[in-house]
């Protein structure tokens, strides 16, 4: 038998049309995770054409990117703030109704970000394909599952067929040698792994992230790597699956049980990439040198170690542009440069750890004058345990503010903004130009170089934060 | 959707590269449960001041881009989210045709589904169509070739379905309800 690669497995076992040079291939698809932004197009479209959904038991809906974090709002008790948004809300609960789609609403103590609650509920495993109209649908690739994001055409289809027509991408292998450092995190990683192969260097490729520094990692943390990886390009970004991986969705609400559950493990267990199998593509990553990262431009590719500078070009009036919009100019050190906004949030970094890793930095300090600090778990289920856990004590003791869950601040379209001019350390994946509000400037970092900078007021090295935490 | 033929259009130009589909379209404006009308905030933060007045400089609301219906973009154009906004705010706005040295993976894909047709050209023919915005440029898609001014054509790939369902002006759904049998049969094999 030939050696494959995980993606081909998963690839291969999904095929119910191979492709030809005339066709792409009939992908069948396990999962369908929808939410309320790219999705009512995809539902007018069935109901003009009088089609159904195929398998609902294969579609899971939940609300997040328009969603509100106060929770008069979230609860009812005032009407939601953002009126379109407050409308795309009740266009999902209709469109889940009248199709019988299983809604975790504005309500639901399940609710969350799509891609924290998809493996929260057991729902993401390792093997399936997945789909999403959201391009981060690339973080449930930690399970071992094939999992992009689509557009709203496309969510149509899943809706209507189960299957997408895809032609095959090509595989790019990330090697990552080594340990990560103390103080250093995966959102830290993949920064760095972004700013070395470009922010178009994984376009027509699904990632395999692999070695020492990956299979060390907590499934929160190959969730951080893989999320990302379309920040580098890439449609999808998978882990291998291992006992990490099977220790995290043991009795959740959908994973396998009983008999069922050491039939599926068994299954799991032969996905990895066999020895021998080729990639299009290898690229080779230090993980022991690494530092904290941050961004200091407009894409995710435009990062720096945390003590380091901002890189000065000749000849490149993109890279001008992009700094005279974050108001930086080259040669300018970052550490020490004042923070007006702190953003702990979103599918690459609210999930308990990451909040517990803020926490751990903010325990009994106090966030500066002047700076905003805003903390939205990924998913109400991690805001009960981190509640359970007393963070949110330790969050709102800083003075910092403690929401529901939604995507928030990432994109500011539920009214949660930074506004013009305002830097912003945030633990999301975006910096590009009015991401966070019309002008605002983001610096992407990971959740201890975000809350380190909401008690300095200015951008610095998490690592002395930490350290004192320790003793 | 509109089938493409050919396209004879001049260019407009944005030579930025990396233009992600939050300038392409802001989030804030995803709000919508329609599809129609988005072109009015195609490059919204770029086109309008903060009072939502017309930018006169910006390359969209110059008089010369009235009717072009070819956009000549940076590398990289269409990175980041996978909203399909975009390529209804671009093709809202009349454009059909978007040109690069590389697009990004579900924007290349949603464009193809809403008859806007991206078209990938070499590093020579990309910097000769940025430095002369306004060319008068033919875009075939029965044979794959966009011609420049002075009648030199380079040929441009397409995948041949995408290809298929652009020159008939057909969506795939309808290929993919004809597999009907083919996906019962599968759901069944691994029941």
Redesign the interface.
């Known amino acids: 038998m030939n050696a494959k690669t995980l993606f081909e497995k998963v690839w291969e076992q999904h095929q119910?049309?191979p492709e030809t040079?005339?066709?792409?291939a009939?992908l069948?698809i396990d999962l369908h995770l929808v939410h309320e932004?790219?999705s009512?197009?995809a539902f007018?479209l069935l109901r003009s054409?009088g089609l159904k959904v195929?398998r609902t038991d294969r579609t899971l809906a939940t609300m997040d990117?328009?969603t509100p974090t106060d929770p008069d709002e979230v609860f009812g008790r005032v009407p939601i703030k953002?009126e379109?948004?407050a409308?795309?809300v009740k266009?999902l609960e209709k469109n889940a109704r009248e199709f019988g789609v299983e809604l975790l609403g504005l309500g639901s103590d399940q609710r969350g970000i799509v891609h924290v609650i998809g493996p929260e509920q057991g729902a993401t495993q390792p093997g399936k394909t997945i789909v999403c109209?959201?391009?981060h649908t690339a973080t449930h690739g930690a399970f071992g599952a094939l999992a992009f994001?689509?557009?709203?055409?496309?969510v149509?289809?899943v809706l209507?067929?189960?299957?997408?027509?895809q032609?095959r991408p090509k595989t790019l292998a990330i090697e990552v040698k080594g340990r990560l450092a103390p103080g250093v995190t995966a959102k830290d990683l993949i920064l760095a792994i972004i700013g070395k192969i470009g922010?178009?260097g994984g376009?027509?490729h699904v990632i395999e992230y692999r070695g020492e520094a990956i299979e060390a990692m907590s499934m929160d943390e190959r969730m951080t790597i893989c999320n990302m990886s379309?920040?580098a390009?890439?449609?999808a970004g998978m882990i291998a699956p291992d006992e990490t991986t099977f220790a995290y969705l043991k009795g959740r609400r959908f994973a396998p049980q009983g008999a069922d559950w050491d039939k599926a493990v068994a299954e799991w267990r032969k996905l990895k990439t066999d020895p021998g199998a080729r990639f299009d593509r290898v690229v080779e990553f230090d993980a022991s040198m690494l530092e904290p990262m941050i961004t200091y431009g407009t894409?995710p590719g435009m990062v720096v170690p945390i003590n380091g500078s901002v890189p000065t070009r000749v000849n490149d009036p993109?890279h001008d542009?992009s700094l005279a919009y974050m108001g930086l100019t080259g040669g300018e050190k970052l550490a020490g440069k004042p923070i007006q906004v702190v953003f702990v949030g979103s599918c690459t970094n609210a999930r308990l750890s990451d909040l517990e890793l803020a926490a751990s930095v903010m325990k009994g300090r106090k966030v500066a004058k002047g700076v905003r600090a805003l903390i939205v778990p990924g998913s109400q289920q991690i805001k009960r345990e981190a509640e359970a856990r007393g963070l949110d004590k330790i969050f709102t003791d800083a003075g910092a503010e403690w929401r529901e869950s939604g995507c928030s601040m990432c994109?500011?379209?539920n009214g949660d903004l930074v506004d013009?001019g305002q830097y912003a350390v945030s633990t999301s994946n975006?910096n590009?130009?009015?991401?966070q509000g019309?002008?605002a400037r983001t610096l992407l970092a990971s959740p201890a170089t975000a809350a380190a900078a909401a008690i300095a007021g200015r951008i610095t090295d998490p690592r002395e934060y930490l350290q004192s935490v320790a003793h | 959707m509109q089938p493409i033929r050919t396209i004879e259009s001049k260019t407009v130009v944005l030579p930025s590269t990396n233009i992600d589909t939050d300038q392409i379209i802001p989030a804030r404006f995803l709000t919508t449960t329609t599809k129609e009308g988005l072109g009015k905030q195609l490059f919204a933060d770029w086109r309008y001041d903060s009072a939502g007045a017309t930018k006169p400089d910006f390359v969209l609301n110059r008089p010369e881009a009235t009717g072009c219906s070819v956009l000549v973009a940076g590398r990289n154009f269409g990175c980041g989210s996978s909203r399909e906004h975009a390529p209804w705010a671009l093709v809202d706005f009349g454009f059909r045709v978007v040109i690069s040295t590389e697009i990004a993976d579900i924007f290349r894909s949603n464009s193809l589904k809403n008859g806007l047709l991206p078209v990938v050209v070499d590093e020579t023919t990309h910097q000769w169509l940025l430095a002369n915005p306004g060319a008068q440029v033919k875009v075939d898609l029965e044979t794959n070739m966009l011609t420049l001014p002075n009648g030199t054509s380079v040929t441009f790939p397409i995948e041949s379905f995408a290809r298929y369902c652009l020159l008939n002006g057909t969506d795939e759904l309808g290929f993919l309800q004809q597999q009907a049998d083919a996906i019962t049969r599968f759901e069944q094999g691994r029941a």
Do not use: N, W
């Open positions: 119910v049309v040079a005339d066709t792409p009939v069948y932004v790219t009512p197009q007018s054409l195929r990117h328009s953002v379109s948004a409308k795309q266009e109209g959201d391009s994001g689509i557009g709203t055409t496309e149509g289809h209507a067929t189960q299957c997408l027509l032609r922010v178009s376009t027509g379309i920040e390009g890439a449609r894409h993109v542009k994109l500011g379209m013009k975006r590009f130009e009015g991401r019309i002008g």
